[in-house]
Structures are given as C-alpha cells and as structure tokens.
C-alpha cells in the first residue's frame, strides 16, 4: 500500500495539473472547473463508481472539435479529478489493514514500460526541435509526445484506487468496471446509431460512409471506433450473462444488437475478422466460468458445435430470402424464426390427427385471408402483423391452459403465417423473391416439425435462450444484409490482396525511417511518425499541413495544400463547428496573402467528422501578390441546412481549405455570415492559435498512421518498447487464462478484449489514441493486478499467490 506522503503528493499533483487544464480549457471556462472539482469531490465521498463513470463514458467525452485541444482532453479531466479525489481520500483514511502487494511481475513490468515512455517522450521532443509548450500544436508539434504518452501513466494511477475496495465482496469493484465498459459499448453504439439515423439511411449497406461515432480521433482516418468496439464487446456478453430478470436480460440483448450493429457499419475487414475470432474463443473460455444457476441447466443448454450450426443454418435462410425479398421479407423471416422456436413447447405429445387438421384448416384459412387481403393498400403487410401476433397470442395462451383446443389454434396459426410469410416476399418481389422465401420457409418447416414430434426438446423452453437465438437470428440477417445488399462491401473484400500489400509496404517505410542504432532501440519519440513521415515519403504523398503565425502582435492561418491530385475527399480541411440551428444562405468574408495563385474551398456542411450530408459551398482563384493581403468575399452557394430530423439531428460545420496542388495562402480575419450579418465564428482572427479550430484529412489517411499497432510501437519507442509492451500483453493474457487469475470472474472477458483490440491492431495503430490507449493499459494493468476469483491484491507487500 502507497504511503500517505505518496498519496498526498499524488493527490495535490493531480489536482494541481487538473485545475490548470480546467482553467484553461477553452469552452465553458466557468463551467469546466466547477465540474472538475465536483468529480473530484464525487471520487473523495464515491470513488467506487468511477470504475462505472471512466469507461461509461470515454466514447462521448471527446469535445476537440468544439475546443480545438489536441493534446489534452476531457477524458484527462475527468481521471486527474478521479486520481485527486480518490488519493485524497486514502490520506484522510489512514493505513488500510491487511495490506499487500502487488506482483514483482506487476512491478517490474509497469516499471520498465514507464521508463520506455519518458525515454521515448523525451526523444520526440529532441525530434521536434526541443520541447515547447503550447494548448492548441498540431501532431507535428513537441507535444503530440505528450498526447500519446499521458495515457498509461494515467492509467497506472487508477490501479491503486481500484485495489483500495476490491477486499470487501460489498464494493462489487469488478462487476462496476464490467458495467462500466458494458455501457460504454452502449454509449459508443448508440453513437453509431445517431450517425446513421442523421447521416445516411440506417439500413443503407450500399454507400461508403463508414461509423465513426464520436471518435473526434478518425479525423484522419485510423480505427479508434473499431478498436473500442473489439475492447468492449465481450463485456455486452458479460451483461447478457450476469443479467437478473427480463427487464435487464432485455436491455443486454440490445445492447448485443446495437454493438453488432455499430461493428457491421464500421464496414472493417479487421473489425469482422476480430469479432469472428474473439467471440467463439470468449464462449469456449466461459465454459469453466458457469455460476449456480448456470450449471444446473447446462444439460439443457446448446453446446458450442449447435450453436454454429444454428448460426449457419439462420444465415443460409437469410441468404436464401434477402436478394429478391428485402428488409420485409427479411423482417417476415425473422418474425417465423420467433414463433418456431416457441411452437415444439407447445405443441410437442399432440395428436398428429390434430395436427394434420390444423395444419390444414391453417393453410386454407391464410389463402383465404391472402386473397382477400392482397386488393388492399399494404394488405400482405398488414396481414402478415396480424397472423404473427395471433400466433404469439395463442402460444402464451396454450402455455398458461394447456388445452387441445390451444394446440389447435396454434397449429393453425403457424401455418397461416407460413403463407403469410410467402405473400409477403412475393408482394415485395415477385416470384424471385418468392422462390427464396419458399427455400427458407421449407427449412424452418423441417426444423420446427423435428422439434414437434422428436422424443426430447432439441432447444430450451426458456425465454432467455430464445431471445439469444432471435439475437443470433437477426446479427445473421444484418451481415448477409451487408455483404449482399450493397456493392460496397464486396468491393472492399475484393481488394484485400491489393490493399494488404499497401499495408505491408507503408509498414516497411515506416521501419525504414529508423536509421540510427538509437532510433531502432528507443524509437524516433511518441507521436513522431505524421512529422516525419511528411520529409521521409515521396513528394506527392505529402497531405498538406497548417500553422499559426505571428507578426508584429498579429496572427493568421498559414495553409499548404497537399502535393497529389486532389478529390473532393482528399483536400486537408481547417473546421470549426456551427449551431445546428445555423440554416444558411451564408456569407463568408476574410483576408487572404498569397505568393502564387491559388484556389480557396470554403463550405458549411452537414457533417459529423469524415462525410458530408448537405453542402452548401463557395470557391474562389486567388492571384498571388507581392505580399500584400487581399480581402475576398464569397457567397456560399447550395441548400438550407435544416438539420435532420429531431431524433437525429446532424451537426454542422465550417470548412476552409487550399484546393491547389501544392498551393499556399495565408488566412485571416474569417467571418462567416448568415440573416442579420451575424458572425458564426469565433476566434477568426487567430488570436488564440487554433482555439476553436479543428482539422480533417477526410480522405487521406496513411500519412497519419503507422497502420499497425505493434509498427507503431517499433516506431515510437523502438525494440525496447515494442519487447515491452508484448510482455506486458503476454503477462495479462498468461494471468487471466492460465495464472492465478484464470478463475477470476472476468478472466474470459477480458482474454476476449485484449484479443479483440490486437486483432484491429494488425490493421491500424490503435495506440496513438489516448482514450483507447487509456482503456487498454487500464484493463492490462487490472488483470496484472488481479488474483484468485473476485479478489485483487493491493500494492505494497508481497502475495502469497504470485
């Protein structure tokens, strides 16, 4: 256990350092520090919610575009204030008894990786120029080290405040995190969500806008939203199976839905690959991680090898149905798939005279009803809603009576919805859809008749276990939805073998840029590779850049334009976020400075990050003058923004760019107006650096990122930390699957998340994200600090069991 001198010091540093950022935050300047000091006050009287609180809310506590902070974030806040509540509070508490330590492995490993840190950090400020401080440098600066490196240190700081509770059972500090992460998946996906509600329709599989949530970080590209996804999904498995009661066991099952649904609209190879790898290892991990209830009915519950079966066979239907039938004949099936798997409870010992007799009097009454039906406007539909809910009806009917009569009705009603079903696909269509439609109804008449006359159930009769199959039912539906309802898909894994050899060659030009002995063995410094990148690679791939200068008490905006051709896509953008109210027409006016002619892009969008919805846009040819600044006016030109609908509103945003190759100006005093003359913009003027400014590359991505995550270590903090890091890795997935952790209670998730996350990591950086870098050196440094199940060891003496 820390001393008390150490936990006092560590207390008034952190909020010493939390306050300076609260003050100089810089939206919200009153609002923020009261905030900071509230959490910190939060973290002295309940620090044990904080393991809920960080990883709840890490996907949405990303404001840079609004602040136009780079290097520091909220997410900082929010753990300095954590850190200064919290070890303030073990000053105030004294000794705690029985205290012990933690691992020599712990020890020994979180040492050496602080030390490759600082050793790499300070090597990028020697690669900069020298350190200088500033709020608002871009990734080419000294302080992009900063950004990157924070992240474990704060990390590291938390461990100790986890270990204070985690001997009392009562603090339950290791289902608080599990709930943490479960919901941060759920804030994350529900992000995703929006994105796709305002931005593109939500079962729109065909374009190429890609989820980026609220992951400000994929400004450039990269993978931050993949890798949170892969860190935090097996937790919503967790959810699933810790769940009390239907309430809870229902809003897990949605958040399994919408987290499938945030990773299929990722539309990552990397991301698909990962889930197919780390979800079949999770449940074959959990097999020796049954609670009481768990293990009395694990005779009557599915084996991994059914499970796939299933799966295949769900997935086979919906192939069968979706290319001619669409989202209603999918949305048909699903409805079947639901009533099949409760049919054989209910049904199962009935005479087959009776249910011959249903079956038919079920098939003559829904031709009847079809044909009546299909002269109305939207009939097929409508009477497909009405069978399925009377079938649901009359199997909770029969379940409570147990009556012939029940048996009856139910028969009759599954087969009504059998052709109801048909109608359906076929009134979407026609006959090709039909046939598809008649292909997976035949399937599901099989099964659900060996379910009916076989001897024993060959599922559970338990509302639990169905709702997973209908969750299974409909992850199948949405990844055959994927990959056959559009073309963009395909095309993408049609390409992987070219892509992949980009990869391999941006990985080796990477490597490429560790000349020195000392490069190879330390790294070129943490967050290097963008400003080094830019002189090491062939002139065209150069994606442009920006800077603030100053003359004489006066400040503008120095932009460059990117060296290669450029797209609509590929212009390096300099933002600023609008009121979602701000409408249009809009007017822009500033002052421009250039040596040579060049073409000025200006636009005001409906945009979250990466892809626009509506535009309204204004370009200009600038001749280029002996130094003297020009004032331009350009009239915006396109749509009324209105917005979106009210449930998913769209944001908006100013966007100024060079859009000559290889062209530069020099910008200031930018006024944007709309009714009234009134200025949308703030700090137009430069005074304040890029405060309120933020940038985009939306197109343009590999001069960002190393593209891999183990790559990016080699480049950053060379073999030392590269050997480093995979020790620390090794050491967490040897804990939990095979050292004194392995019976933990979250052993297998964690396995599950770390795997995941290294798995995405082969295909982008990963690390050089502070909020995911944070996450993932937490849950490291968590399962190093756990042992036998449910219990953790606190730092200071020794363990008996490490």
Not at 116 to 128: D, E, P, T, Y
Not at 210 to 236: C, I, K, N, Q, Y
Not at 308 to 331: H, K, Q, W
Request: aromatic share 12%; hydrophobic share 50%; net charge positive.
């Amino acid at each position: 256990m820390l001393t008390p001198s150490i936990n006092l010091s560590v207390a008034l540093a952190a909020f010493s350092i939390g306050s300076i950022l609260a003050l100089n935050y810089p939206i919200g300047q009153f609002i923020v520090p009261i905030c900071f000091l509230l959490c910190a006050l939060l973290a002295f009287y309940r620090l044990s919610l904080f393991p809920i609180i960080i990883p709840a809310i890490v996907p949405i506590i990303g404001f840079a575009p609004w602040s136009g902070w780079l290097s520091f974030e909220e997410l900082d806040l929010l753990v300095l204030a954590t850190v200064a509540g919290g070890y303030a509070k073990s000053v105030v508490e004294g000794k705690q008894p029985s205290p012990k330590r933690t691992s020599l492995l712990f020890l020994v490993l979180a040492s050496l990786m602080s030390a490759s840190i600082l050793i790499s950090m300070f090597r990028g400020f020697a690669n900069a120029g020298g350190f200088v401080f500033g709020w608002f440098q871009g990734y080419d600066g000294p302080m992009n080290s900063i950004r990157i490196g924070k992240s474990f240190f704060l990390a590291l700081l938390l461990i100790p405040l986890m270990a204070r509770f985690q001997d009392n059972p009562a603090n339950n500090i290791s289902q608080k995190l599990a709930l943490g992460i479960a919901i941060g998946l759920g804030t994350a996906s529900l992000a995703a969500l929006w994105e796709r509600l305002a931005f593109t329709d939500l079962l729109n599989f065909s374009s190429d806008y890609r989820s980026t949530a609220l992951f400000w970080e994929m400004h450039v590209g990269g993978a931050a939203l993949d890798g949170w996804l892969l860190l935090t999904f097996p937790f919503s498995i967790w959810a699933l199976r810790t769940s009390r009661g239907t309430a809870q066991f229902a809003i897990s099952l949605c958040l399994v839905g919408l987290a499938l649904y945030a990773s299929l609209t990722t539309f990552s190879r990397g991301v698909y690959l990962a889930l197919i790898v780390s979800l079949p290892l999770l449940a074959w991990q959990t097999r020796g991680h049954l609670n009481d209830a768990e293990k009395q009915q694990k005779t009557r519950t599915w084996g991994f090898f059914r499970w796939i079966v299933a799966l295949i066979l769900l997935g086979t239907m919906a192939g069968l149905v979706f290319p001619a039938g669409g989202y209603r004949g999918l949305l048909a099936l699903l409805g079947l798939v639901a009533v099949s798997i409760s049919i054989p409870s209910v049904l199962r010992g009935m005479p087959f005279a009776l249910f011959l007799t249903g079956s038919m009097a079920g098939l003559l009454s829904g031709a009847l009803l079809i044909a009546i039906t299909n002269f109305l406007p939207k009939g097929p539909y409508a009477l497909y809603a009405l069978i399925l809910a009377a079938s649901f009806s009359s199997i909770y009917w029969q379940k409570i009576h147990k009556a012939r009569t029940g048996e009856f009705v139910c028969t009759a009603s599954f087969f009504a919805l059998l052709l109801a079903a048909g109608n359906v696909s076929d009134h979407w269509g026609g006959i090709e859809a039909f046939k598809g439609m008649g292909g997976a109804l035949a399937m599901l008449l099989v099964i659900s008749l060996w379910g009916v006359f076989s001897r024993q159930a060959l599922w559970p009769n338990e509302l639990r276990w169905q709702g997973c199959l209908v969750t299974a039912a409909i992850a199948a539906c949405g990844v055959v939805a994927v990959f056959v309802g559009g073309d963009y898909m395909g095309e993408r894994f049609s390409t992987s073998g070219k892509d992949f050899e980009g990869r391999k060659s941006h990985w080796t030009q990477t490597i490429a840029m560790l000349q020195t002995p000392w490069d190879m063995a330390f790294g070129k410094g943490l967050g290097r590779f963008p400003a080094n990148y830019f002189f090491a690679i062939p002139t065209g791939a150069f994606p442009g850049t920006y800077q603030i200068n100053e003359e004489s008490g006066n400040a503008w905006l120095s932009l460059v334009g990117p060296k290669h051709p450029m797209s609509f896509g590929d212009i390096l953008r300099i933002s600023q976020r609008l009121p979602i109210s701000s409408q249009g027409p809009f007017q822009l006016n500033f002052k421009i400075r250039a040596q040579t002619d060049v073409g000025i892009h200006v636009e005001v969008c409906e945009k979250q990050l990466l892809y626009p919805g509506g535009c309204a846009i204004g370009n200009v040819e600038i001749k280029g003058t002996a130094g003297a600044w020009q004032p331009v006016h350009i009239p915006l030109v396109g749509p009324l923004l209105n917005g979106g609908p009210w449930y998913a509103p769209r944001l908006k945003m100013f966007s100024l760019a060079v859009g000559t190759q290889s062209g530069t100006a020099d910008i200031d005093d930018v006024q944007l107006t709309t009714f009234g003359g009134q200025n949308l913009l703030t700090n137009g003027n430069f005074t304040h650096e890029m405060e309120r400014w933020f940038f985009s590359s939306d197109r343009d991505h590999m001069p960002w990122h190393a593209k891999n995550l183990l790559v990016n270590l080699m480049f950053d903090q060379g073999v030392t930390g590269f050997v480093v890091f995979l020790l620390l890795t090794v050491a967490a997935l040897w804990k939990v699957n095979s050292g004194s952790a392995r019976q933990h209670e979250l052993a297998p998730y964690l396995s599950a998340a770390f795997i995941g996350f290294l798995m995405v990591g082969v295909f982008d950086s990963l690390m050089d994200v502070p909020r995911l870098a944070l996450m993932y050196y937490l849950l490291v440094l968590y399962a190093l600090s756990i042992g036998q199940r449910g219990k953790m060891v606190h730092l200071g003496v020794p363990s008996k069991q490490e």
